[in-house]
């Protein structure tokens, strides 16, 4: 990597050059032997809360692990004797349940100090009755809730045809995946005994909230929400008859579904939910935990997605070596790192080798397109996502491995074209997963269960199509341009689907659309540059809530981190500002927060599951994306273009 710039242009500092220096450094020696990169992905306390209740439903409880799991969970409860959504945010009453009832089954008493706190927000907050469905249904396998209360969950439904309007494809990947397993466990309704004293009876402000559910109807008459609401009294006192003619065919269905989705690692779908339940609705069908689909499960969710030290144990919501592997190459290129690296080029054949081949659940609506592309984790065969397919092509195109990766390159530009949605735009796992009246079920308070396009997603779709040569006036990206053009917000910024948020947004539409030839002085990227430059806080850098998913006047506004900083300047650059103040003053922010060993310290979350629900931290967020800011600044400031391997150097 070039030093020693600052004579010749003073924008250009040794204090950044080494800055630079030392973020590479420590990239360099956190790579795997095998070439990724993988850092840990953060959620809230109900990954350890649910995975002691599973423990306890699946009867392999270790003493050792339930201390560790009690350790971590007090770890992260609040002053208020809450435990949040994400980090700073405020007290949730779901999360904090699971979380009391969880330290009850690791042997702590009710008398605690910490869980006396817990109690009392509980209890202001409404109690378990004002928890969401899902924390119900644990409880209800517990007997601490009643089953029947719950909302009906059929097995039957699985058996409706992908052409009837309500069926299982008709939700997001993340959402089919566990509502599968959920059909088998609301069918069972197992129930694993504990002693009174672990009980939660406790935390009921109405001892007859243990027996309902008081479903909020919307006052339209004539609603989605009423229709099922009606729909769901109807179900449940059929549940009631013993004249059940489908019921077997549907439990085998589901049991077969199950099993033809579990992954090489034993996961479901990649990703905690789907995993704990399929395991309990399996146990519910009958296998025990020495039968090979049972047994890799629980060892894949012990090992693989487990977080373990001498003090702690916790279970990762999913994990990100893909994605961290894609995003450092680009930030490693952009810091200066030669294309023909070995180290970047070690991590470019591992991404090769993770290249999906198999068809998945995608190809239910997408027929006839060869499988291509890549997935967030290890292994997920069932569930490649275009965001992840976007990222590693950005980041291969920049590096020395023509033809080794020309194949696979064709096979997934080929898969993400077939992938764009009839709006123009790119949801992350299916093709118009948009039919928004599957959200308003009854059982769907868990957060996101449709997949529709986003912004973000769009944008780094749009952003690898124009630098792979495509014409802005081709028919894929002028679809996507003006899906971008449609979403921007009246106050010049975009929303951020899987990012915090409107930051994250911004920070990629303005580059996609620079890259597809929209003029950097043009009304719209004027706009979007002048959001960000408004929304700079005092010390020099920028930040967002999570709580702007939920508050609009909170957009923008946040304590200043590395991450949003790095998206922000990102913007800023593709606006042609890499000379202005704003810019100027994020560099010397990023700069002046380094640590001496060249990461940043970064505790906030600034990465979504599902936006108000499911919070997340990527651990390496807060190192690759301010190289990756830090290397593109210098770049353009001293002129220098990224040399494309095999082509004209681009700027």
């Given amino acids: 990597m070039t030093t020693g710039t600052a004579s010749t ?122 928890t969401r469905i899902f924390t119900k249904v644990w409880l209800a396998m517990f007997g601490q809730f009643d089953w029947r209360a719950l909302p009906a969950m059929p097995p039957e439904a699985i058996l409706l045809p992908d052409r009837f309007p309500l069926n299982i494809y008709e939700f997001a990947s993340w959402a089919r995946a566990t509502i599968v397993a959920i059909l088998v466990v609301w069918a069972k309704r197992p129930v694993t005994p504990v002693a009174p004293s672990l009980g939660v009876d406790e935390l009921y402000v109405h001892p007859e909230d243990r027996r309902r559910i008081a479903f909020r109807r919307d006052r339209s008459l004539l609603s989605w929400r009423n229709a099922f609401l009606g729909i769901d009294r109807v179900l449940r006192l059929h549940e009631r008859s013993p004249w059940k003619p489908l019921r077997r065919r549907a439990l085998g269905a589901c049991e077969r579904w199950i099993i033809d989705h579990q992954e090489r690692d034993g996961s479901w779908g990649g990703i905690q939910p789907p995993w704990v339940y399929s395991l309990i609705a399996l146990k519910c069908l009958g296998y025990r935990n020495d039968q090979p689909v049972m047994a890799a499960g629980i060892r894949g969710l012990l090992h693989g997605f487990a977080l373990e030290t001498d003090e702690t144990f916790t279970v990762q919501p999913c994990v990100s070596p893909v994605w961290d592997t894609a995003l450092a190459l680009t930030g490693m290129r952009e810091a200066g790192v030669p294309a023909d690296d070995p180290a970047l080029l070690r991590a470019a054949r591992w991404l090769l080798s993770k290249e999906i081949r198999a068809p998945g659940d995608w190809c239910v609506k997408v027929r006839g397109v060869e499988p291509g592309g890549w997935a967030f984790e290890f292994e997920n065969d069932t569930y490649p996502d275009t965001d992840d397919t976007a990222e590693v092509l950005i980041a291969l195109r920049l590096l020395d491995l023509a033809p080794e990766r020309d194949e696979a390159w064709s096979r997934a ?239």
């Fill in 9 to 130: 242009r003073p924008e250009v500092s040794e204090a950044l050059d080494r800055c630079l220096e030392r973020a590479v450094a420590h990239m360099r020696s956190i790579q795997h032997p095998d070439g990724y990169w993988w850092g840990e992905l953060e959620a809230n306390a109900t990954m350890a809360s649910e995975h002691v209740m599973l423990e306890h439903v699946l009867g392999i409880v270790d003493a050792a692990r339930m201390r560790k799991l009690r350790r971590y969970l007090l770890s992260l409860q609040q002053r208020d004797g809450s435990w949040p959504v994400y980090y700073g945010g405020p007290g949730d009453v779901s999360v904090t349940t699971e979380a009391y009832f969880a330290l009850k089954l690791c042997g702590t008493p009710a008398e605690a100090p910490e869980m006396a706190r817990a109690r009392a927000f509980v209890l202001a907050h409404g109690g378990i009755g004002a």
């Fill in 413 to 651: 530009v080929r898969w993400l074209r077939a992938m764009q949605s009839a709006d123009g735009g790119w949801g992350a796992f299916d093709r118009d997963n948009t039919k928004r009246f599957v959200t308003r079920i009854p059982f769907a308070d868990f957060g996101a269960t449709i997949d529709p396009p986003s912004e973000d997603v769009t944008a780094h779709i749009a952003e690898f199509l124009a630098l792979d040569g495509v014409g802005s006036g081709e028919p894929a990206l002028a679809r996507a341009l003006a899906y971008l053009h449609r979403t921007q917000e009246p106050d010049g910024s975009w929303f951020g689907r899987w990012g915090v948020n409107y930051i994250y947004g911004t920070g990629a539409a303005l580059p996609a659309l620079v890259a597809a030839g929209e003029r950097p002085m043009s009304e719209r990227v004027r706009r979007g540059a002048r959001w960000l430059a408004e929304h700079q806080n005092a010390d020099g850098g920028w930040g967002e809530s999570c709580a702007s998913y939920d508050d609009p006047a909170s957009r923008g506004i946040g304590a200043s981190t590395a991450s949003q900083t790095a998206w922000a300047l990102l913007g800023l650059l593709a606006a042609g500002d890499e000379r202005g103040d704003a810019v100027r003053r994020g560099v010397a922010y990023l700069v002046r927060t380094q640590q001496a060993d060249g990461q940043w310290d970064e505790p906030q979350f600034t990465g979504t599951g599902f936006p108000r629900d499911f919070m997340l931290k990527y651990h390496l967020y807060r190192n690759y994306w301010p190289m990756w800011a830090l290397g593109r600044y210098r770049r353009l400031i001293l002129g220098r273009p990224i040399h494309l391997p095999g082509t004209d150097p681009l700027a």
